[in-house]
C-alpha cells in the first residue's frame, strides 16, 4: 500500500523538502592532515569551494548517495581502503539558499589518496590542508570542522588511526596521523609505549621492516590489530593554559 493509500494522509500537506549528501575526506599527506574540496560550478555559490555531495536520488539509500557523489564530483570510485561513516544531520532551515535542504554529512578517511579532479558539477577538485579550508559554501565550514572534532575524539578511544594508514605501516607514521590529526606534538618514546601496551591495536609484521630516512635500523612494521577500541584510552594531551 503507497502513503497516497493510507486512509486520512494527506501527503499535500506537508511542505517538500530535499535530502542531501555532504562528505568531509580527509587523509594525510607530508605529516599534514588534508580535506577533499570541490569547486561549485553551478549555482548556488558557484566559484566557491565546499565539501562534495549532492542530492539523494528517490531509489538510493544515503550511503549509497554519498559514494555515488564522491565519484562523481572527485573522481575517486571504489577507492581501496576508503573509510566511510555517518557523522550527523543538518537541518536548519535555512541553510539552502534554494529551499528546505536537509543534509547527511559522512567522514570518510583515506591512505595514500589519490588525486581528484572535477565532474559532474563540480568545475575542480582538489586536496587542501585543513588548515587553509574555509571560507566554504553553505554551513561546509561547520560540518568539516565538527567532522575533525569527531575523527579527533574517535583516536582516542578507537583504533580508527589505522584507516589513515596503509596496510602496512611504521608506529612513526601512525604517530604522525594522531599529531596531524590532534595538531600537536607527541613523544615518541612514550607514544610507542602506549600503542604497544594496549592490546590488539597493532600487529608486528613478522621480519618486516623500512628505512624511513637517515641513520639507524630500519624500522618494523605493523599493520591493524583485531581490537575496535582502545584500553585504555589515548588521550590528546591537554592544550597549555596562559603563562602566569
Same mark, same amino acid.
Given at each position: 500500500?503507497?502513503?497516497?493509500?493510507? =486512509?486520512?494522509?494527506?501527503?499535500?500537506?506537508?511542505?517538500?523538502?530535499?535530502?542531501?549528501?555532504?562528505?568531509?575526506?580527509?587523509?594525510?599527506?607530508?605529516?599534514?592532515?588534508?580535506?577533499? &574540496?570541490?569547486?561549485?560550478?553551478?549555482?548556488?555559490?558557484? %566559484?566557491?569551494?565546499?565539501? =562534495?555531495? %549532492?542530492?539523494?536520488?528517490?531509489?538510493?539509500?544515503?550511503?549509497? #548517495?554519498?559514494?555515488?557523489?564522491?565519484?562523481?564530483?572527485?573522481?575517486?570510485?571504489?577507492?581501496?581502503?576508503?573509510?566511510?561513516?555517518? +557523522?550527523?544531520?543538518?537541518?536548519?532551515?535555512?541553510?539552502?539558499?534554494?529551499?528546505?535542504? /536537509?543534509?547527511?554529512?559522512?567522514?570518510?578517511?583515506?591512505?595514500? #589518496?589519490?588525486?581528484?579532479?572535477?565532474?559532474?558539477?563540480? *568545475?575542480?577538485?582538489?586536496?587542501?590542508?585543513?588548515?587553509?579550508?574555509?571560507?566554504? *559554501?553553505?554551513?561546509?565550514?561547520?560540518? +568539516?570542522?565538527?567532522?575533525?572534532?569527531? /575523527? %579527533?575524539?574517535? +583516536?582516542?578511544?578507537?583504533?580508527? #588511526?589505522?584507516?589513515?594508514?596503509?596496510?602496512?605501516?611504521?608506529?612513526?607514521?601512525?604517530?604522525?596521523?594522531?599529531?596531524?590529526?590532534?595538531?600537536?606534538?607527541?613523544?615518541?618514546?612514550?607514544?610507542?609505549?602506549?600503542?604497544? *601496551?594496549?592490546?590488539?591495536?597493532?600487529?608486528? /609484521?613478522?621480519?618486516?621492516?623500512?628505512?624511513?630516512?637517515?641513520?639507524?635500523?630500519?624500522? #618494523?612494521?605493523?599493520?591493524?590489530?583485531?581490537?575496535?577500541? &582502545?584500553?585504555?584510552?589515548?588521550?590528546?594531551?591537554?592544550?597549555?593554559?596562559?603563562?602566569?
Amino acid at each position: 500500500m503507497s502513503g497516497n493509500d493510507l =486512509p486520512g494522509y494527506d501527503k499535500h500537506a506537508y511542505e517538500p523538502f530535499a535530502v542531501t549528501v555532504d562528505l568531509a575526506v580527509f587523509t594525510i599527506r607530508d605529516g599534514t592532515l588534508h580535506v577533499l &574540496l570541490v569547486e561549485r560550478g553551478e549555482e548556488p555559490y558557484a %566559484g566557491r569551494w565546499a565539501l =562534495p555531495g %549532492g542530492f539523494v536520488q528517490p531509489d538510493e539509500a544515503a550511503e549509497t #548517495a554519498a559514494r555515488r557523489e564522491l565519484a562523481e564530483e572527485t573522481g575517486l570510485a571504489d577507492v581501496v581502503g576508503l573509510h566511510l561513516e555517518q +557523522l550527523r544531520t543538518y537541518s536548519e532551515p535555512d541553510r539552502d539558499p534554494r529551499m528546505r535542504v /536537509v543534509s547527511v554529512a559522512f567522514t570518510a578517511l583515506l591512505p595514500d #589518496a589519490p588525486e581528484a579532479h572535477g565532474g559532474s558539477d563540480a *568545475a575542480d577538485a582538489r586536496w587542501v590542508p585543513y588548515d587553509r579550508a574555509a571560507g566554504l *559554501a553553505f554551513d561546509h565550514d561547520r560540518i +568539516l570542522a565538527d567532522a575533525r572534532e569527531r /575523527v %579527533g575524539a574517535k +583516536l582516542e578511544y578507537t583504533c580508527l #588511526a589505522t584507516a589513515f594508514c596503509p596496510p602496512e605501516f611504521t608506529l612513526g607514521e601512525l604517530q604522525q596521523v594522531y599529531e596531524a590529526v590532534w595538531g600537536t606534538a607527541l613523544d615518541r618514546p612514550n607514544f610507542r609505549r602506549k600503542v604497544l *601496551a594496549t592490546a590488539g591495536f597493532v600487529e608486528q /609484521v613478522a621480519g618486516a621492516s623500512r628505512l624511513t630516512g637517515g641513520r639507524g635500523k630500519p624500522a #618494523a612494521l605493523y599493520r591493524a590489530g583485531t581490537a575496535t577500541a &582502545l584500553h585504555p584510552p589515548l588521550l590528546r594531551p591537554a592544550p597549555e593554559g596562559p603563562s602566569a
